[in-house]
């Protein structure tokens, strides 16, 4: 048995820490840029507080709003990188951070659609503060980025890019609507679900994705119907977290191989199409194992899951499934229709989707047939 097993260099969870980020950014440098979302009214006490840069990303992260924050970073001489905000906000500042001191055009370091080049400088210190409970990249070491000429999604990767603070506070996500709550806790779901049953899942992981299962099975419906629920709330931010601490040592798997080229083509949002795939890439998964690989650990782990999700002893593979197809139902989860994704585009994703970084880590090889099934069970 070997494995690795790397994360941020500090992580601080709990209600309130958030408090704590004027002082811990003064420790890394002077001039900082504050990454958020589409708005920037929640990070302006933080702003304030440190007569901060600010650079907004107002949807899915791309290569041309990497390129123009590392323009941003270098014009003000910002020596650290704060994103508070979701998944995209966290991705673009981590991407920032590397590009600002590695110079060149972000595509040359990209996966599949660029040349892969590795990193050669240490980025700028980044610290990375969540406002949702879903993606867990605060504790990744890639950025996934949307290439407009390519319409595909892939990751800049690299070990350096581990950002040197995580802050996970819940009270960020309190305030969270409805259908976002449900489409990022699914996608943490998904993040401990792929990782648990990946070929590369190791024991380490394996503890954490069984803690965050158990947490998200009791907490993800409480947080949508009653988002005061602060135990949830937590519990959703603490299985966030696990499911970007397990992708990152363990990879994906289909439902990530699968909205990758989604993302890139479409204005979806990355949570909204792992909720719409989700049910239907581990139906995918377990009829595979037990039709070509039954001596595969992967289809026991899936039984696993079904008795940490029903909290039944005996569940089956097949009854976790329908308790995640259930748990869709009562979230609101919209088909990829929704997305204005239409029946005759999805073989071309199927194409795209094979050569996705996320789908190498899958518990076995899904033929081309099996994916565009498991896009139209979806649609």
């Known amino acids: 048995m070997r494995f ?63 390129r123009a924050g590392a323009r941003r970073v270098q014009e003000a001489g910002c020596d650290v990188i704060i994103a508070m905000g979701g998944g995209s906000a966290i991705d673009a500042g981590k991407a920032i951070a590397a590009i600002a001191t590695n110079g060149g055009e972000p595509l040359e370091f990209l996966e599949v659609v660029g040349n892969g080049r590795a990193l050669a400088v240490q980025p700028l210190p980044f610290i990375a ?55 990022t806790g699914l996608d943490a779901l998904t993040q401990l679900i792929e990782p648990y049953v990946s070929a590369r899942a190791n024991p380490l992981v394996d503890a954490i994705c069984v803690e965050g299962m158990g947490r998200v099975a009791k907490a993800l419906g409480r947080a949508y119907h009653d988002g005061s629920d602060k ?21 994906l798997g289909v439902v990530h191989g699968l909205a990758a080229p989604l993302g890139g ?51 089956s593979a097949e009854e976790g499934i329908d308790w995640v197809r259930a748990l869709c139902g009562d979230l609101n989860i919209h088909g990829l229709r929704a997305w204005g994704i239409a029946e005759a585009d999805l073989p071309a994703v199927v194409e795209k989707a094979a050569r996705a970084s996320s789908m190498q880590a899958n518990a076995l090889p899904l033929t081309g047939e099996e994916l565009l099934a498991v896009l139209a069970e979806a649609w």
Not at 7 to 26: H, K, M, V
Not at 171 to 176: H, M, S
Not at 231 to 251: I, Q
Not at 271 to 297: I, K, W
Request: charged share 15%.
């Open 4 to 66: 690795e097993f790397a994360t941020a260099t500090r992580i601080i969870f709990g209600e309130g820490t958030a408090a704590t980020l004027p002082e811990l950014a003064r420790s890394f440098g002077a001039r900082p840029l504050v990454v958020t979302g589409a708005s920037t009214e929640r990070a302006a006490w933080l702003v304030s507080a440190l007569a901060a840069e600010t650079f907004s990303v107002p949807g899915e992260p791309t290569v041309e709003l990497v």
């Open 129 to 183: 503060v969540p406002t949702t409970a879903g993606t867990g990249s605060e504790v990744t070491r890639n950025a996934v980025l949307g290439s407009a000429e390519h319409g595909v999604k892939a990751s800049l990767r690299s070990p350096m890019m581990l950002p040197r603070v995580a802050l996970v506070d819940p009270e960020l996500t309190y305030a969270l609507p409805p259908a976002v709550t449900a489409d």
């Open 231 to 251: 135990e949830a709330r937590r519990d959703m931010a603490l299985a966030s977290l696990f499911g970007g601490l397990a992708l990152a040592n363990a990879g």
């Open 265 to 315: 083509q479409w204005k979806a949002p990355h949570g909204a199409l792992c909720a719409a795939l989700l049910p239907h890439g581990m139906a995918a998964n377990v009829a595979a194992l037990r039709a070509r690989a039954p001596q595969n650990p992967a289809l026991e782990r899936y039984a696993v899951i079904a008795r940490l999700l029903t909290g039944r002893s005996d569940a």
